[in-house]
């Protein structure tokens, strides 16, 4: 007997099958099938022969691969008794449960006393399908591994694409060729991590950013995840997303993965990026306000670090203010004796040698700025120099003899007191002032992977949500060490990284999008001398990169020039235009012929305007820009094309191009099939290219 199920949208179908009582294989993930095909008949088409050296029949790569079905590969899931025996699970069919967009299996060994349940949902409209797994057991048991529901990878496929990185340089993309054994990527850091984003890309052979069959995939978990990409003897490929091994410490008696977000899409790896931008954008994140527009964000950080001094925050507020900025974020070092990295940290109560009348004097001249106010915590951390850690050693997590991290130890956050401890602190300061933001850091890895610790982090941040909930959170861990769609069901924005370097940002950003939309993303404009790389860029290409994403500014507005504000004052007031707009607009990877161009389109909800930024990483090898072809675009319908930058032109641009002149009317047809041809320009620039639908 063959049990099928199916999940489909307009884009894509997912169908399961099962013989007899045995877990389900997913026997087809592609395009949408038919109304009227037999799964039945497609389940037995998928079965592989059998030759010689080979098992008599092929055991399944089903949604758990278990070790006593003689699956030769690695199981999803691996448990050992309370007292340390090894358990082979064997699950036989219990149920299923069948409903629009959404199936639940359950399946049960008795033998071992577990029940295993595989619950899927696929989105209509943002085509993401999440799933995820449980266990419940009899008795308490020991969890070193659960997959989420396990995907089969595509034998068209000759590599995969993960995401690696470290501080300053996140969102690297890592090309591995497919062959025979594993591909694995685990975080065991204790957070997401710079140096191992949840993702995963497979591309069918002939894929590009806008053309061809790609497979997509997020762990949405903020804890350390584990990703396996494994190619079995026989030529399946399965891959896996869980926590990362061992995460659980003491013996439970049911554990549950995150969901795994995962998609299919049939034009390249903007389809994988749209579907992630959107569904971040409209079913993960909940804004307190969705209908406010996105601020103009300016953080105080790179401009004083702990040197706070009121005089001087108010005329940066002034100046920050006058450039356009409408939210104004207190950094580090408002609390506490905290004038270094060293000490204060988690003694939250504002210091009164810096601030003899508390915050209200400088939150009341932000107020009346117009801009908002936000503020800094890092409250899942302590320094041992501390009057909390002096009063309470036994509330830091792991040994003593530890290595710290920026001067710092991880609090305990499985431990309520701890929890309690710190709602308190961060309420009060909440309670008193008129706060609409925190920026929540986490600057160093834990000192032992803990599932509790993230658990605990979750649920701190889910009571503060309850208690204010109408402040935003950004998401901070030196940057973008903790991005994931798990803390982003918690918070608003992530700081994508702490590099203000607009070059590297370019490269960052870039990759980032094809998880996260504008809206969640922050982008600063930095110091004239980036202090991350000590390189000296240009005020329109860093205020320009800025303008990608959500933009701000972090930098000190007393060391601008008159015509660097300028510069600034006017690319601000071009993103508030734009911004609403721009912040449901999907961003698409473009395929550009020059390797020294890193290219974007923003294409608008309607699809009726675009903005293009095309940034010049390096030089290019031929003299003359070679041509950018867009992407999305009505083929019949002409459009009006303007480079709205074209004043930066360089000297050495010395030919009459139409495009420097003023703005074209052309077919999307044209636009996708030849591209824009853009003018010359040095390296480090940016031209910047709006269109409209006629």
């Not at 294989?25 to 395009?31: C, K, L, N, R, S």
């Not at 800094?376 to 830091?396: L, Q």
Request: aromatic share 8%; with cysteine.
């Amino acid at each position: 007997m063959i049990r099928t199920w199916c999940l489909k949208d307009d884009r894509q179908s997912l169908a399961l099958a099962s013989r007899g009582e045995r877990l389900p294989e997913i026997v087809y993930w592609g395009p949408r099938l038919p109304d009227d095909e037999d799964l039945a008949t497609l389940a037995q088409a998928y079965a592989i022969d059998v030759t010689g050296g080979m098992l008599d029949r092929n055991p399944e790569l089903s949604i758990c691969p278990e070790a006593t079905r003689t699956f030769p590969g690695q199981p999803g899931a691996i448990l050992r008794s309370e007292g340390g025996s090894p358990l082979l699970p064997k699950f036989c069919f219990e149920a299923a449960e069948e409903g629009e967009d959404r199936l639940t299996l359950i399946y049960r060994d008795r033998n071992h006393g577990l029940i295993y349940s595989a619950r899927f949902t696929i989105d209509p409209k943002t085509h993401l399908i999440e799933t995820s797994a449980s266990l419940d057991c009899d008795a308490a048991m020991h969890l070193h591994w659960l997959a989420a529901p396990v995907f089969p990878a595509p034998q068209t496929s000759d590599e995969m694409i993960d995401f690696a990185g470290r501080w300053c340089s996140e969102f690297q993309m890592n090309r591995t060729a497919w062959s025979p054994g594993i591909r694995l990527r685990e975080n065991r850091t204790g957070r997401t991590g710079h140096e191992h984003f949840p993702g995963l890309l497979v591309p069918c052979r002939g894929a590009t950013n806008a053309r061809g069959h790609v497979y997509g995939f997020h762990y949405g978990w903020s804890g350390g995840h584990r990703m396996v990409a494994e190619e079995l003897p026989d030529g399946r490929r399965q891959v896996q997303f869980g926590h990362a091994g061992r995460l659980e410490t003491e013996p439970q008696r049911r554990f549950e993965t995150a969901p795994l977000y995962a998609v299919f899409s049939d034009d390249g790896i903007n389809g994988c990026a749209v579907a992630f931008q959107r569904h971040v954008r409209d079913r993960i994140v909940a804004f307190p306000n969705p209908a406010r527009p996105r601020p103009v964000h300016y953080n105080c950080w790179e401009a004083v670090y702990f040197n706070h001094n009121l005089p001087e925050l108010k005329e940066i507020a002034e100046r920050a203010a006058a450039l356009g900025a409408e939210r104004f974020v207190l950094d580090d070092g408002w609390f506490g004796t905290r004038d270094d990295d060293t000490r204060a940290l988690s003694d939250w109560e504002v210091d009164p040698r810096k601030y003899p009348d508390g915050l209200g004097p400088l939150i009341d001249h932000v107020h009346a700025l117009g801009m908002t106010f936000g503020i800094w915590f890092e409250p899942e951390m302590v320094n041992p120099d501390s009057d909390i850690h002096r009063k309470h050693p036994d509330w830091a997590l792991g040994g003593e003899d530890q290595i710290l991290g920026r001067h710092q130890k991880a609090l305990n956050m499985a431990l309520p007191e701890v929890r309690e401890f710190l709602f308190d602190r961060i309420s009060a300061i909440l309670s008193k002032h008129p706060i609409d933001y925190i920026k929540w850091d986490h600057n160093r890895v834990l000192p032992m992977p803990d599932a509790a610790q993230t658990r605990g982090s979750y649920a701190l941040i889910d009571r503060l949500r309850d208690g204010f909930p109408k402040v935003e959170i950004e998401s901070c861990a030196s940057g973008g060490g903790r991005i994931d769609f798990g803390i982003l069901k918690r918070t608003h924005r992530v700081w994508l990284s702490d590099s203000n370097d607009a070059l590297e940002r370019l490269k960052i950003q870039h990759n980032a999008a094809i998880f996260l939309p504008l809206a969640v993303t922050g982008s600063h404009i930095g110091p004239r001398k980036c202090h991350t790389s000590g390189r000296v860029l240009d005020i329109r290409f860093r205020a320009w990169v800025a303008a990608q994403r959500h933009m701000g500014f972090e930098l000190d507005p007393r060391e601008l020039t008159e015509e660097e504000s300028r510069v600034l004052t006017e690319v601000t007031s071009w993103w508030k235009t734009n911004r609403e707009w721009m912040s449901r607009a999907d961003i698409l990877r473009l395929d550009g012929a020059d390797p020294a161009l890193i290219a974007e389109q923003q294409l608008s909800d309607g699809g009726d305007r675009f903005v293009v930024f095309a940034g010049r990483a390096a030089s290019s090898t031929q003299i003359a820009p070679r041509p950018l072809r867009l992407t999305r675009l009505s083929p019949d319908i002409r459009y009006r094309v303007e480079l709205i930058n074209r004043a930066d032109a360089p000297d050495l641009s010395r030919g009459d191009q139409p495009l420097k002149s003023g703005p074209l009317e052309l077919s999307g047809q044209y636009l996708m099939s030849h591209g824009l041809t853009l003018p010359w320009s040095f390296p480090e620039r940016m031209w910047v290219i709006e269109g409209q639908s006629l």
